[in-house]
């Protein structure tokens, strides 16, 4: 990886393109699911986290404007 | 509403952190996730190698570093919630936009070259081809999207938090500082796999998506600038959620070098102990991204095996800053910031250590340890240092200018972990080892170690001056 390819990769910068690669074969050894499969389910992973917030608050407000 | 008598609503700044982490983790997962489309886009453009890539991240990182101080005077004057909200949506359209990656009709190709003669370094290259699509990349990633994301970024969270929390603002930075690390465990695999089933242009589709539909509604819906904004004091101490109540005290009271110019910050030490020791922070922490599988590639370990023990230290992450997290709000914060910089220092010396004993001894222990055993070391220092910064800084210096010393402090770190780079590949070409760029930059961890432990918190934080006060003031509520 050239050096300024990783700079700053500590907070917020691009991961290294290799240990991506080798990470995704990892986990298709591991759990053996088609790309799509793996992609609907963290889909679903991170759109449950504002969702789940989200109710929660409005549960709250509801409860204690009322 | 009887069902409810004898049950303290949940304090509206547990939200905000919720918020925040949830801000961080598409906002760094984005970020993050450019490295998994270097390939097919590079595939498609033909842009010459990685050499042109890596100087579009180059200056994304160095524009994220430079307007981090300018983000956080803006969040200082106008809130969390314009800030957050409107790099949110330049953000999200950004990173869109980014799937219309194309040359424009701008076909010309301007070879690039560089030529540097100083004593003892000479270069003399052609880098790249510059054409319409990499002048794109270059506007909308470099530019665009590095500085929309200093807006959600840690100066921005961490400064909207130390507004909502005073006791527990320890945990609660760590907690937002976490969703960063989380943000580009699930984002990152996401894209990747998304690549591979449809196309890059969906994936930054996606990506941008997350950003709009989800992170902005939930900022706009949740995120205020000041508990006084809900009618409740930091830490939800009045937990009165009628703002039009007079019953209630102001915030919380001014911070021992709090002043009302942010310059006047420069005269007083804990601002440079702290700077000082977070740009060393960037020196350690950037310089392992770039060169640690390579040097661990040295010591004979495969590349297979360094990249897991690579995974394995980012995957401390969370698990490190949590804890620290939770400490810190019972401990001396500059002491566990001390111990975090030492820990870091011994992970340096285990990593260089079996290249100095072969050097000297011609014998040495199996690298593999020492990989291993700074993956650990290291992992649960990656990210425990931002929160404990910054909520040393917002204890010492007060909220009133908090944006923009965050900012500044942080612009530290990413120029150190730049220059660090920079420098490393230098030594690495003058000795032909990373053993003495690492060994350098290991005893630039025992400067921090002592620059945060000398840190006189009992004399400036506010947490041992004014904890009478803020016990008083949520009394008279």
Request: charged share 10%; with cysteine; aromatic share 12%.
């Amino acid at each position: 990886m050239p050096p300024l390819l990783s700079v700053a990769a500590h907070h917020s910068e691009p991961g290294d393109p290799r240990l991506l690669a080798w990470l995704m074969h990892l986990l298709d050894s591991f759990i053996g699911l088609g790309p799509l499969t793996i992609v609907i389910v963290l889909g679903l992973i991170v759109v449950s986290i504002p969702i789940g917030i989200i109710a929660v608050f409005l549960t709250q407000r509801a409860k204690y404007n009322s | 509403m009887l069902q409810n008598i004898g049950r303290k609503p949940i304090f509206y700044g547990w939200f905000i952190v919720a918020a925040g982490f949830f801000s961080l983790f598409v906002s760094m997962g984005a970020r993050n996730g450019f490295g998994v489309f270097i390939n097919p886009m590079e595939a498609d453009f033909e842009w010459g190698g990685r050499t042109a890539l890596s100087i579009v991240i180059g200056i994304g990182t160095l524009m994220n570093a430079i307007t981090q101080p300018f983000i956080g005077r803006l969040y200082d004057r106008f809130g969390g919630l314009t800030v957050i909200s409107v790099s949110l949506l330049l953000l999200g359209l950004t990173t869109i936009t980014m799937s219309l990656t194309s040359n424009l009709g701008l076909n010309f190709a301007i070879p690039i070259s560089i030529s540097v003669n100083l004593l003892f370094f000479k270069l003399d290259q052609d880098l790249f081809t510059l054409t319409g699509s990499l002048l794109f990349l270059i506007v909308m990633y470099g530019i665009v999207m590095s500085t929309a994301s200093g807006g959600v970024s840690l100066v921005t969270i961490h400064s909207l938090l130390s507004k909502w929390f005073y006791r527990k603002r320890g945990i609660v930075l760590s907690l937002a500082t976490a969703g960063s690390s989380v943000g580009g465990l699930i984002l990152t695999p996401f894209a990747a796999y998304l690549i591979l089933g449809t196309h890059w242009r969906i994936a930054w589709l996606a990506l941008g998506s997350f950003v709009l539909l989800l992170a902005l509604p939930l900022a706009l819906l949740i995120v205020r600038d000041s508990p006084e904004k809900v009618g409740q004091l930091p830490d939800g101490e009045a937990n009165d959620l009628n703002p039009k109540s007079t019953n209630r005290s102001t915030a919380v009271p001014e911070a021992p070098l709090e002043t009302k110019d942010w310059k006047d910050s420069f005269k007083s030490p804990p601002f440079w102990q702290l700077s000082g020791a977070y740009f060393v922070c960037g020196v350690t922490t950037i310089i392992i991204s770039a060169h640690y599988v390579p040097f661990a590639m040295d010591l004979g370990i495969s590349a297979g095996v360094a990249s897991l023990a690579f995974g394995f230290m980012q995957g401390l992450n969370a698990v490190g800053v949590i804890v620290v997290g939770l400490l810190s709000d019972r401990f001396s914060r500059k002491n566990l910031l001390g111990i975090i910089y030492f820990i870091r220092f011994l992970a340096y010396v285990m990593l260089v250590t079996p290249g100095f004993m072969m050097m000297l001894w011609g014998t040495s222990i199996p690298p593999s340890i020492a990989v291993w055993g700074f993956a650990t070391l290291a992992g649960l220092s990656w990210i425990a240092t931002p929160p404990l910064t910054s909520s040393l800084t917002a204890d010492i210096y007060g909220v009133r200018n908090i944006g923009t010393l965050n900012g500044l402090i942080t612009m530290a770190h990413q120029i150190g972990g730049f220059l660090s780079v920079v420098l490393a590949g230098v030594l690495y070409d003058i000795t032909g080892s990373y053993e003495i760029p690492f060994a350098i930059a290991g005893l630039f961890l025992l400067g921090a170690t002592l620059a945060s432990f000398s840190v006189n918190e009992r004399k400036f934080s506010i947490r041992y001056q004014l904890r009478p006060a803020m016990a008083s003031a949520a009394k008279s509520n």
